[in-house]
C-alpha cells in the first residue's frame, strides 16, 4: 500500500512538473474566425396548380347581377422561410374586364372589387381591399422572429363597384391581381 501511495505521488508530480514545463515553453495565439449571414426571406413554392384564381362565370345567368356566392380555393405557399424578422405585405387590383373599353351605361360597371387575404406567417392575416385607399394598415404584418412555414392567400367579399344593384359588362376575361412580397424588417 505504501508503495502504491508512493507511486502515484511520484507520477502526480512528475505530471506537474511536465505541465509547468510545457506552460513556460508554448506560446498561444488565438485566432477569430468572422463571417455574416445577411437577412434572407424567400417565398415557397405555390402548391395548388398555377397561381391564378379561377372564378369562373361572375354574373348571374338570370338577372345579370355579380353573382354572391363567388368563391375561389386558398392558394398556398408552401415552405417560405426568413432567417430574420421579418414583414409581409399583400395588394390588390380590383378586377377590370380586359376586352370591353369606354364608359359603361347607368346601371352597368367595369370594376369587381374584392379583399386579397395573406394569413399563416403572423398572428394576424395581411388584408388588402380594393375597394379602399392605395395605402391600408392591415396590407402589412411584422413577424419579430425568424420563421419558416406556410402562407395562405385568399380572395372573397366580391362586389361591384358602385353597389349591388349595378351589373358587370359583358367580357370574356376579367382581370385583377394579387401580389404577396416577403421581406427582412427594415
Known sequence: MK???FLLLA????????QAQDTRDVQQEIWFINGDVPPLCLLGEL?????????????DSITGLLRRDLAAPSKRIAASFCNSP??????????????AGGTPREGFGRR?????????????PASYDTSGPVIQPTAVRLQPQPREGDIIIDVS??????????????????QGTVTV????TP
Open 3 to 5: 508503495a502504491l501511495r
Open 86 to 99: 421579418s414583414q409581409l405585405s399583400i395588394e390588390a387590383e380590383e378586377m377590370l374586364p380586359v376586352d
Open 112 to 124: 369587381v372589387n374584392f379583399v386579397a387575404t395573406a394569413s399563416g406567417w403572423t398572428d394576424q
Open 47 to 59: 402548391t395548388n396548380a398555377n397561381g391564378e384564381f379561377a372564378m369562373g362565370v361572375l354574373s
Open 181 to 184: 412580397t416577403l421581406a427582412p
Open 11 to 18: 507520477g502526480t508530480a512528475v505530471a506537474s512538473a511536465a
Open 157 to 174: 367579399d366580391f362586389e361591384m363597384q358602385g353597389g349591388s344593384g349595378i351589373r358587370p359588362v359583358a367580357s370574356r376575361r376579367y
